[in-house]
């Protein structure tokens, strides 16, 4: 029994009950001097949370428990559906409902039982997957659920961090009247769950000082509201980042090869449209290609394009229509007859 020295520190009465993994009954704790008085501040980890302070266990979160100098009640425990934990000795914890530090504390109180001096320490190995609810400017509004983020050394790259910016993502992205600047969360939880938390995700993109991204815990809110008519965000920049859409839905129409709706990446151009459609078609006139697009204040816009050369300066947006004529008098109308039903009404407004 190698391991024998290493529970020299624990009551003697209570030895055999700790070797054979017998939950024991509370009992008065003896007065010990351990060898040196500075034991708890030398033994103390100095370790870095990767989530938010607030963050509360829940069932389905993994947690290495590390009790230190007693290697033999150091371990990796999954918290139930009851929200327990299960440990020899002290028998099930609730860990549900608390930070990982109140649990490692709540550990040290009932160790005291047993051991002298237990410096106890929590940390988070895996994250419950987490679901979050998404409003505001965002191309898929609700509830979201998110996969969890893999703390300890054998990282998944593969795993998705439960932030407020993936969340966004998964929520389709934001669109282009998002204020970024102005992301509301509201965190799920927590003694200040009236007061929200303003996340500024225009620095991560917009300046070279990123605010910290948010983990999310089960339960959270975040609100995306519409960006004010005086606001200096470049909309357009906004489309290019990752929290955009990673494709557009523009309708191309007319001569092209595959006429109809195609995605596109938010920021291509017209002329990029008109490619992934297939491409004009040999009886396309490109000299007079028709842009129509609504506006902010609900207009509908139409412009007349020369893209010859297959190139020019347009940022395409989610809605826009580019219609590629015929060669010919009849060009509309010939076009016209082969669009669909929505887009040919659509056209009707213009008198085409």
Known sequence: MAYLPRFLNIRPSLMLLVLLGVAAPAVAQDVYQPSYSDRAARLAPQTTTVVHPDYLLGPGDGIGITVYEYEEFTAEKVILSDGTVILPLIGAVPAAGRSPDQFARELEVRLREYLVNPVTTVTLTTLRPVTVNVAGEVQRPGPVRLRSLTTSSNNNSNQETPTVTSALIQAGGVTRYADIQQVILRRAGSNNANTPITVNLW??????????????????????????????????????????????????????????????????????????????????????????????????????????????????????????????????????????????????????
Do not use: C, H, W
Not at 252 to 277: K, L, Q, T
Not at 280 to 298: I, K, Y
């Open 203 to 352: 620095n991560s993109i917009g300046s070279d000082t990123a605010s910290p991204d948010f983990i999310l815990q089960d339960g959270d809110s975040l609100y995306i509201p519409r960006l004010a008519d005086n606001a200096t965000i470049d909309r357009r920049l906004i489309a290019r980042s990752s929290l955009a859409p990673a494709t557009v839905r523009v309708r191309v129409v007319g001569e092209v090869v595959n006429p109809g709706e195609v995605a596109v990446p938010p920021n291509s151009s017209i002329s990029s449209a008109v490619a992934i459609a297939g491409g004009p078609t040999v009886d396309a006139r490109m000299s007079r290609v028709q842009f129509v697009r609504l506006n902010d204040q609900g207009v509908i816009e139409q412009q007349e394009l020369d893209l010859r050369n297959l190139t020019d300066t347009y940022q395409i947006q989610e809605g826009d229509v580019v219609i590629v004529p015929k060669k010919g008098s009849a060009a509309f109308l010939d076009g016209a007859s082969r669009l669909l039903s929505p887009l040919g009404s659509f056209l009707r407004i213009f008198g085409l």
